[in-house]
């Protein structure tokens, strides 16, 4: 994490440039490439998202964001100091001394009393617990062991204890009179509703009421980006608020639409399926709406993953999108050819799981008027990208990134942990530690300044009439298509039932998201070696014992193999061929990297050969051995050469800011509006007016005393 901290201070105040050379090409020096290549694109670009006129909503800068995400974080970290109760641990994390070992002369239900009675008395759970509270959890306890017992009588209950301790994790009590009263003193900006039927609500049945299961290894991206695309996202000033049901008015049904997933987990296709329907609708001018207007739930359940995996059991939101371009979908809902299957209201509890019936192969509505081809839609969605936010160092720019594509596209399925004191929300903005990692998929469909807009899939009698909103950072992971669905297509199964209309061909051509696709493709980590794009997260795998991060590579034929090991770049930062871990440079390597920007020499490392027979040469002066070239500010070029014997293990040097100058009396923008004296531009403060401190193309700017005088939160500088 420190070499990430380190990018985050550093990437806006300068680049070497790598001369095109014959002896510096391809892997001979590695060198931060993507900052010269977006900065053409920044040149090319900034009138566009600079000079736009502010619409009559409330604006939000790039700045008060992050002062929000802050907030947000350090809400999360104070309600993450309170003690937790019994209940809110698992069971399964307790010593053996709190289970009582199985007797064979008694039955296998009188060891399930015991069992019970010996694990209160250990856990001090009868402290915690109303009488009623602990009788509900006793009768949850033996009736799931009643099934399990007598499917393990045929071996002698060689099972017991395993199933015995996941049946009182299963049965945990999930909200309790003292967990109540804890909620509403910590919570005084959330409504709870603690409903009668949440008292014998269980572990197991908010489980069955979600359903996220962690993405593949190799398709979940962290956020990385090169230093010109990071400075066009910051300075993007968005509306403070946005809700797609309203900016997509012939939309706003089919977007705002509640579903519930029942006693199934399939949370998963539900906050995917939620995005998509309201995106279709998008493209097509919301030809796409009305009750038949909704891709299959259960066929999607049924059918994304092979047998025997079940979809009920929980699945990841993009593999619907997947599922999607590869296959397609009928209809759903009441009026389609593929009702849903689901069982119960969420609020009932249940011993068993539901399971997904098999993938059908005909429309199950009887009478429905068409085939299941027919009425399937196929819809292109290979691009996508998985964005992973719980280990992102800029927490703000990855919220800056979601909000982007919402509003280039509509809603977006997300990921979050939904724990107990969830299942009773009401209203308001629910925030809770935001260190866990996710158990259900819900659709982000807006924002306001310091939250989520979301809808759930309980059903419209939970939350804000089936809508949530949560803090900034509890959502943890993001599924964002990357190119626009077609309004008109042949894989669409249109007419819809109960309609004769369909989309005029030709409308609304599939596309990229120009605020969205540049950025993303800056965002992935790179091999150590060759600089190679990884196609997943550049980290250890849980399934391989390798301690060094590695990723799977988008191009094989670059890495010369599929995987590599990887890092996240320092945007800007230089290094020598190789460098990293226990590789070395090679001998008679000669590069020359050109000097851009104005900025000191940070060396993070240096071990060369001294002597002068390999070295570093800054400003004319030569270094080697001992000697490095820390803090000097280079000009024109800086000279990397290698002899014919004796490698070491290299080098890596960063830029450091100069401090900018401070000019003398009150500055103004080019519209005649006052600057601020001082302000801070990430990590760069600015002691008087106006300043460049993102090495912007057109020289130097400010932020302004009055937003209204100059209709953004900044402008560029008039010249004395």
């Known amino acids: 994490m420190a070499r990430l901290a380190f990018f985050a201070l550093s990437l806006f105040t300068f680049h070497f440039a790598v001369t095109a050379s014959e002896p510096c090409s391809d892997d001979s020096c590695l060198a931060s490439e993507p900052a010269r290549g977006s900065e053409l694109l920044q040149r090319s670009s900034s009138k566009t998202l600079k000079e736009g ?150 572990n197991i049945d908010l489980q069955h009421r979600t359903g996220s299961h962690p993405p593949h290894e190799n398709r ?52 995917a399926l939620s995005a998509v329907d309201s995106r279709l609708c998008i493209s097509t001018n919301g030809l796409f709406s009305g009750p038949s207007a909704q891709i299959a739930r259960g066929f999607v359940t049924s059918c994304t993953y092979a047998s025997p995996r079940d979809g009920c059991s929980g699945g990841w939101p993009s593999d619907v999108f997947r599922f ?52 399937s839609f196929s819809l292109g969605l290979s691009n996508y990208y998985d964005l992973d936010l719980m280990s992102h160092p800029l927490p703000a720019l990855a919220y800056q990134l979601i909000r982007e594509a919402i509003l280039a596209g509509g809603p977006v399925p997300a990921a979050m942990m939904a724990d107990g004191p969830f299942m009773a929300y009401s209203s308001g903005v629910y925030t809770h530690s935001c260190d866990m990692s996710p158990n259900h998929a819900v659709t982000a469909i807006g924002w306001e300044p310091d939250s989520w807009i979301c809808l759930n899939s309980w059903g419209p009698h939970w939350g804000e009439g089936g809508s949530f909103r949560v803090g900034l950072c ?17 894989a669409y199964g249109f007419p819809l039932a109960g309609s004769t209309e369909t989309p005029a061909p030709g409308l609304n051509p599939a596309a990229r998201y120009p605020s969205v696709d540049a950025a993303i493709d800056a965002m992935t980590a790179v091999t150590v070696n060759r600089g190679c794009k990884c196609s997943d997260t550049c980290a250890t795998k849980s399934w391989d014992p390798d301690p ?51 900025a000191s020499m940070e060396v993070l490392d240096f071990n060369v050969e001294g002597y002068d027979y390999d070295y570093l040469e800054v400003n004319n002066e030569k270094f080697s051995g001992d000697s490095t070239p820390h803090g000097k500010v280079p000009e024109g070029k800086i000279e990397w050469s290698s002899d014919y014997s004796v490698v070491h293990y290299g080098w890596k040097i960063c830029p450091k800011p100069v401090p900018i100058p401070v000019p003398d009396g009150e500055m103004f923008t080019t519209k005649d509006c006052l600057c601020k004296q001082k302000w801070r531009y990430w990590g760069v403060d600015i002691e008087s007016y106006c300043g460049n401190p993102d090495n912007d193309a057109n020289g130097d700017w400010c932020r302004v005393e009055d937003r209204a005088c100059q209709g953004t939160w900044w402008g560029y500088c008039k010249k004395p």
């Open 474 to 490: 509890v959502l943890t992971h993001v599924s964002i298509p990357t190119m626009s669905m077609a309004g008109s297509s042949a």
């Open 324 to 375: 999607l371009d590869q296959s397609g979908s009928p209809t759903g809902g009441d009026a389609g050819c593929s009702p849903y299957f689901g069982h119960g209201q969420g609020t009932d509890h249940f011993a068993q799981t539901s399971t997904a019936p098999p993938c059908p192969t005909e429309c199950t509505n009887t009478g429905f008027s068409k085939t299941l081809h027919e009425d």
């Open 220 to 271: 979940t991206l962290l956020l990385e980006t090169s230093r010109s695309i990071v400075e066009r996202m910051k300075k993007r000033t968005l509306p403070a608020n946005f809700d797609a049901r309203n900016h997509w008015p012939e939309c706003g049904e089919i977007i705002g639409r509640i579903h519930n997933q029942g006693q199934c987990g399939s949370c998963w296709a539900f906050g």
């Open 53 to 202: 006129a502010p619409g009559p909503e409330a604006l939000l800068s790039y700045e008060e964001l992050e002062g929000l995400v802050e907030q947000s974080f350090a809400r999360a970290r104070e309600l993450g100091k309170r003690s937790k109760l019994v209940i809110e641990r698992s069971f399964k994390s307790f010593d053996s001394s709190h289970y009582k070992s199985f007797k064979k002369e008694l039955s296998c239900m009188a060891n399930v009393e015991k069992g019970f009675d010996h694990f209160v008395a250990r856990s001090a759970l009868d402290q915690e617990l109303t009488p009623l509270e602990l009788q509900d959890f006793r009768a949850r306890v033996i009736e799931e062991m009643e099934i399990l017992c007598k499917h393990d009588a045929a071996d002698g209950h060689v099972n017991y204890m395993q199933d015995f301790m996941q049946a009182l994790e299963d049965e945990r009590p999930l909200l309790t009179q003292r967990l109540e009263e804890i909620l509403q003193e910590q919570y005084h900006e959330v409504s709870f509703e603690f409903a009668e039927w949440l008292a014998n609500f269980s």
């Open 548 to 598: 060094v991060p590695w990723c799977f590579v988008q191009d094989s034929v670059c890495q010369g193999t599929n995987w590599g090991y990887c890092e996240y770049q320092d945007a800007s930062c230089i290094m020598s061929r190789d460098y990293g871990g226990n590789n070395m440079y090679r001998n008679f390597e000669e590069c020359e990297f050109h000097v851009e920007d104005k």
